[in-house]
């Protein structure tokens, strides 16, 4: 069983930063590939990005290829997202999840989630 708890969302103009974390529980963190995903208002969720294992492979949607950044610690059991140049199309609720030996855009893969954490970017 792994906790997710997301922190580090709020309010900010456009083009600003922001960086997110996820800290997760447990002791097998390094087994779990982690992604970011959001949920727009009357939106589907979507993909933004994924990491393996051992933080050696990412991948992005295109619509935050460039600006946004996936990384992990695994000493300290920690996924990050760095959002970069960010956009009013970014305002989310941005949730992160662990999948037993995947990563990838496929969200029915995973097996954990958090609470989520809201992203506002004013225009």
């Known amino acids: 069983q792994v906790q997710l708890v997301e922190s580090g969302g709020g309010l900010v103009q456009a083009g600003g930063s922001l960086r997110l974390s996820c800290a997760a529980s447990?002791?097998?963190?390094?087994?779990?590939?982690m992604g970011w995903f959001r949920q727009a208002p009357g939106k589907e969720r979507e993909f933004v990005a994924t990491?393996?294992?051992?933080?050696?492979?990412?991948r992005y949607a295109d619509s935050v290829k460039g600006r946004f950044v996936i990384a992990r610690d695994n000493a300290k059991n920690t996924v990050y997202l760095q959002m970069n140049s960010l956009k009013p199309g970014d305002t989310a609720v941005y949730y992160c999840?662990?999948?037993?030996?995947?990563?990838?855009?496929?969200?029915?893969?995973?097996?954990?989630w958090g609470q989520g954490t809201q992203v506002t970017v004013s225009s």
């Open positions: 999840a662990a999948a037993t030996y995947y990563s990838g855009g496929d969200d029915g893969r995973y097996d954990y």
């Open positions: 990491i393996n294992w051992n933080g050696d492979s990412t």
């Open positions: 447990g002791r097998t963190f390094e087994r779990y590939g």
